[in-house]
């Protein structure tokens, strides 16, 4: 877990500091809004093509919570990786990468 979580911090050479890649400012300010109802409600959608990949031993992306995935991304698409568990990418790499390189072919060819 460190060492996923490591991954998101950089140092600035400049600034001589360390820096997180993602927006944490942002998500602070809009934490509430993120996380409303109205994005699970269908109310914010994203349009566009979306790949989610989970893995079977995993609870974070169940079953039980498909419908709500695709009323925010309606053209979301969801495959399961049935030996991995909450890391695909890790512990099911040929198939994970296999899966998103048939996606974005599919959907964003060169």
């Not at 989970?54 to 169940?62: E, M, N, Q, R, V």
């Not at 991304?73 to 994970?96: K, M, R, W």
Request: glycine residues 4%; aromatic residues 14%.
């Amino acid at each position: 877990m460190r060492s996923f979580l490591l991954q998101n911090l950089h140092y600035d050479a400049v600034q001589r500091e360390y820096i997180w890649r993602i927006p944490l400012q942002y998500l602070k300010d809009n934490l509430e809004k993120v996380l409303s109802e109205k994005s699970v409600q269908g109310e914010s959608k994203f349009k566009g093509p979306t790949l989610f990949i989970s893995g079977g031993k995993s609870s974070y992306l169940s079953p039980d919570k498909h419908e709500e995935v695709k009323i925010a991304f309606p053209q979301s698409t969801i495959e399961v990786l049935p030996t991995a568990g909450h890391y695909p990418h890790f512990e099911a790499t040929e198939e994970f990468l296999a899966l998103l390189d048939n996606f974005l072919n599919k959907n964003y060819p060169y």
